[in-house]
C-alpha cells in the first residue's frame, strides 16, 4: 500500500524545490538544475520512510511563469499531488538569492495558492533557500515577522 501522507513541496520557479527534494531524500531523485526556464514539468514523487512514517515527498512544478499556459498545466499538477495525498504537510520555498530578501512574487505565489487550498499552521512549513552565507544574526527573526505580516492569514 502507498504513503498515507504527503510533503508537497510548493514555490515559483527556480526557487530550489527539486534541490530541497534531493536533500530530504539523501539522494537525486529529482532533476535540478541551472536554467533559464523551468526544469520540472511535471508531478512527481518517491516514497521515503521517515522514523515510524511513510511518505511521499512530491516535487511540483513552479507556480509562477512566465507563461499562462504553463502557469494552467502547473494548477493541474499541483492539484494531482493534492488528490494523491490529501493528507499532507506543505512545504512553500521562498526564493532568497538576493541578499535574503523576499521576493514579492513569492509573497504573492503563496497567497493565492493558500487562498484555493487553506493551509492551517500545523500542515505548513515556510523554508527560505538560498541564503548568503554570513548573514546578520538578527536574520532569522526579521524574516519570520515579515513572512507573518506579508503572509496575513493562516488558518490554526
Not at 45 to 55: A, K, L, P, Q
Amino acid at each position: 500500500m502507498g504513503s498515507q501522507c504527503g510533503l508537497i513541496i510548493l514555490g515559483n520557479t527556480g526557487v530550489g524545490k527539486s534541490y530541497l527534494a534531493n536533500i530530504l531524500l539523501d539522494r537525486d531523485v529529482f532533476k535540478h538544475d541551472c536554467n533559464p526556464g523551468s526544469v520540472t514539468h511535471a508531478t512527481e514523487f518517491e516514497d521515503i520512510h521517515i522514523g515510524e512514517s511513510n511518505y511521499s515527498i512530491f516535487n511540483i512544478p513552479g507556480l509562477i511563469e512566465a507563461d499562462q499556459q504553463r502557469i494552467d498545466l502547473n494548477k493541474c499538477e499541483i492539484h494531482k499531488a493534492f488528490q494523491l495525498r490529501p493528507n499532507s504537510i506543505i512545504i512553500f520555498v521562498f526564493g532568497g538569492g538576493s541578499g535574503g530578501r523576499i521576493n514579492d512574487e513569492d509573497v504573492i505565489a503563496f497567497r493565492s495558492i493558500n487562498k484555493a487550498y487553506d493551509f492551517t499552521r500545523k500542515s505548513l512549513l515556510l523554508f527560505v533557500n538560498d541564503l548568503p552565507n554570513g548573514r546578520k544574526s538578527e536574520y532569522d527573526g526579521e524574516t519570520k515577522i515579515r513572512l507573518e505580516t506579508l503572509l496575513g492569514k493562516i488558518n490554526n
